[in-house]
Nanobody, 125 residues
Framework: VQLQASGGGLVQAGGSVRLSCVAS????????MGWFRQNPGKEREFVGG????????NYANSVKGRFTVSRDNAKNTVYLQMNSLKSEDTAVYYC???????????????????WGQGTQVTVSS
């Protein structure tokens, strides 16, 4: 499956942005989806994710209450709504797909089979 992320850009602190990730080449509902982020010289970290059906989500503590992951299986798209942005949210954001059906969202990079190209989000203070 191929993943194409978009929606990044420059935003002021306190603002909002929504990232989208469109999947192609596979049956989207067969995949749990995750969002990760990375800064130069740092490890890629889990941000949030959603199960195949969309019934469950999970978030990193640093974004809980500010970010929301959702999906539209009819559009083969997963979203990351980012509110109350902080300068420390600046990063390249990646979407990822985890094959198989699960009742839980994995935070482990190694559990994801496919990755998008990343989209830069820069939060100015």
């Amino acid at each position: 499956v191929q993943l194409q992320a978009s929606g990044g850009g420059l935003v002021q602190a306190g603002g909002s942005v929504r990232l989208s990730c469109v999947a192609s080449g596979g049956t989207f509902s067969n995949y749990g989806m995750g969002w990760f982020r990375q800064n130069p010289g740092k490890e890629r970290e889990f941000v949030g994710g959603i199960t195949n059906s969309g019934s469950r989500t999970n978030y990193a503590n640093s974004v809980k209450g500010r970010f929301t992951v959702s999906r539209d299986n009819a559009k083969n798209t997963v979203y990351l709504q980012m509110n109350s942005l902080k300068s420390e949210d600046t990063a390249v954001y990646y979407c990822a797909a985890r094959w198989g059906f699960s009742s839980a969202v994995s935070e482990a990079m190694g559990q994801y089979n496919y990755w998008g190209q990343g989209t830069q989000v820069t939060v100015s203070s």
